[in-house]
């Protein structure tokens, strides 16, 4: 199998194996699905984390209000009393007001942070320096895990407005956030060889050749924004060394544009009698006082 590295600019994703006879336009699809799938992993775990401190999500109509407004305009947050954590809950109020600040007791916190520790480090970067494979099927598989933990935790489910309920349903809306930018749409997808476009139609053989065994890098990217730039000859510990190389030699100088012309004179070898009294073996002889 092929061993498919894929790279954002020249930041690290994930690596994929795959074959020389897939079509460009199957490594498209799941290149894109994975990519994509991690990103929603890792929005899922984030808001995770703010479940397991202040409780579900309030519904848009008081979400960032105060606890005066929300009493002046007689709001209630119905969803936040059907939907309650098993076991015993504390409160732990929002300091954005976001959510409804009933905490989940500690046991169910553990089990949150658990599951969100273990999804982190499935689709974590470092995977691509520990050589593991990432695929459709891990990706799907980390995602019913933390539905499942989601399920244990809030039985009654989370309510329809909560942004894990909507990961899950695929029914997310991210306009206008950053989060919007990152995914890439799997039609819009481009994949970068060598500064080649993969060209939809074609096999990976027509870029890769026939040998099963290579190991390449792929830059994925959005359709019109070019292709990617070159990575930089240095890693980023090479540059630092550099850089610390420079600063060391321009500290060098500037220490001997601060010395006098004559400091020469103090040395050894501008000594016009080293030579005689080398002969004579009166040299680096110390006086000392009585």
Not at 13 to 22: G, H
Not at 99 to 117: T, Y
Not at 136 to 142: A, H, L, S, V
Not at 262 to 281: E, H, I, P, R, T
Request: hydrophobic share 35%.
């Amino acid at each position: 199998m092929v061993q498919l590295h894929i790279k954002k600019g020249d930041e690290s994703q994930f690596l994929y194996d795959s074959s020389v006879n897939t079509t460009v336009d199957e490594c498209y699809n799941s290149v894109t699905m994975i990519y994509n799938g991690r990103l929603k992993i890792n929005r899922i775990c984030n808001d995770m984390e703010q479940l397991s401190k202040h409780g579900t999500m309030l519904p848009s109509n008081i979400a960032g209000l105060t606890e005066e407004q929300v009493e002046e305009l007689k709001l209630v947050d119905e969803w936040g009393e059907k939907c309650l954590p098993s076991g015993d809950w504390t409160l732990n109020k929002d300091p954005v007001g976001r959510r409804n600040g009933k905490q989940p007791d500690e046991s169910m916190q553990k089990l949150i942070m658990k599951a969100v520790d273990e999804a982190k480090a499935i689709i974590s970067k470092k995977q691509v320096q520990a050589g593991v494979f990432l695929n459709q099927k891990k990706i799907q598989e980390t995602l019913d895990m933390l539905q499942g933990t989601v399920t244990i935790v809030y039985p009654m489910n989370l309510p329809p407005h909560d942004p894990i309920r909507l990961e899950f349903e695929n029914c997310e809306d991210l306009t206008g956030t950053q989060a919007s930018l990152e995914v890439i749409d799997p039609a819009l997808a481009q994949l970068w060889f060598s500064g080649k476009l993969l060209e939809r139609g074609k096999k990976l053989s027509d870029y890769l050749g026939r040998n099963e065994k290579t190991k390449v890098v792929l830059k994925i990217s959005k359709s019109g924004t070019g292709p990617p730039p070159k990575e930089s000859i240095l890693t980023e510990e090479e540059k630092k060394l550099m850089m610390l190389h420079a600063f060391r030699r321009q500290e060098e100088l500037k220490k001997l544009e601060q010395d006098d012309d004559d400091v020469y004179l103090n040395s050894s070898w501008a000594d016009s009698a080293a030579l005689k009294k080398s002969f004579q073996g009166v040299t680096d002889i110390k006086w000392k006082a009585q």
